[in-house]
C-alpha cells in the first residue's frame, strides 16, 4: 500500500455524529487525497492537498472537512454525518519526479452511517 | 456525460483467453492515462501508467491509448483466475487530479 495507512478500517456511526478519517503516509510526499467509492460511481475526488495547509476542494467536497497539520497526516472530517456519506474511502498519495506522478491508494475506510 | 466511461460488466471470460477492457473519454486536455486493479475489499493498485498516444507492455499486460479517438485501452494476455479483479482506467490532464471510470468487473473462469 504503498507506504499509506488509513484509520479506522471500519466504523459505523449515526446521523449527526462527527466522524474523522486519518491517513499517514510514512514518506514526505507532497499530494494527498480523499476519495469516496460507491457503486455506480467509481472513485470520486472529495478533497486534495498539495502541501501542509494547503488543500482544495474536488468534485464532491459538500459535507466534508479536510486538515493538513503535518506533511505525513490528512484528516477527512464530516461535521456532521448523514446516510448519503456511507461508503469506502480512500486516501492516495502522489509519487514521481513532477512529470510522471502517480497514485498510490491506501487499504480504505468502510463507513456505514445510520 | 461522466468525463471518462468505461463499461461496468461483468465481463467474464475462460482461463487463458486475451481480455480486452476499454475505457473512453471526452477531455482532449487528458495525457496521462492509467490502469488501476482493485481485488475485493482492498484499495486499487496502479498497473499501467501511459503518457499520450501510443502503447506500452508490462508482462501480460499491455495499455494502448489512441487519443484521435479518445479510446483508452487494456489488454490481458494469458488470463489467469487471479486476474478477477474490477479494473479502473483513470486520466488526468497534469492537474494531479485523475479522473476515474466507473470500473469493469472480470471473471476469468478456471
Known amino acids: 500500500d504503498a507506504g499509506i495507512t488509513q484509520s479506522p478500517r471500519h466504523k459505523v456511526t449515526e446521523t449527526g455524529t462527527p466522524v474523522t478519517l486519518r491517513c499517514h503516509q510514512t514518506?514526505?510526499?507532497?499530494?494527498m487525497y480523499w476519495y469516496r467509492q460507491d457503486p455506480g460511481h467509481g472513485l470520486r475526488l472529495i478533497h486534495y492537498s498539495y502541501g501542509v495547509k494547503d488543500t482544495d476542494k474536488g468534485e464532491v467536497s459538500d459535507g466534508y472537512s479536510v486538515s493538513r497539520s503535518k506533511t505525513e497526516d490528512f484528516l477527512l472530517t464530516l461535521e456532521s454525518a448523514t446516510s448519503s456519506q456511507t461508503s469506502v474511502y480512500f486516501c492516495?498519495?502522489?509519487?514521481?519526479?513532477?512529470?510522471?506522478?502517480?497514485?498510490?491508494f491506501g487499504p480504505g475506510t468502510r463507513l456505514t452511517v445510520l | 456525460q461522466k468525463e471518462v466511461e468505461q463499461d461496468p460488466g461483468p465481463l467474464s471470460v475462460p482461463e487463458g483467453a486475451i481480455v480486452s477492457l476499454n475505457c473512453t473519454y471526452s477531455?482532449?486536455?487528458?495525457?496521462?492515462f492509467m490502469w488501476y486493479r482493485q481485488y475485493s475489499r482492498k484499495g486499487p493498485e496502479l498497473l499501467m501508467y501511459t503518457y499520450s498516444s501510443g502503447n506500452k507492455e508490462d508482462g501480460r499486460f499491455t495499455a494502448q491509448v489512441d487519443k484521435s479517438s479518445k479510446y483508452i485501452s487494456l489488454f490481458i494476455r494469458d488470463s489467469q483466475p487471479s486476474d478477477s479483479a474490477t479494473y479502473l482506467c483513470a486520466a488526468d490532464s497534469g492537474t494531479y487530479k485523475y479522473i476515474f471510470g466507473t470500473g469493469t468487473r472480470l471473471k476469468v473462469l478456471a
Open positions: 514518506e514526505n510526499h507532497r499530494y
Open positions: 492516495a498519495i502522489s509519487v514521481g519526479d513532477g512529470a510522471t506522478d502517480t497514485q498510490y
Open positions: 477531455n482532449s486536455a487528458f495525457q496521462y
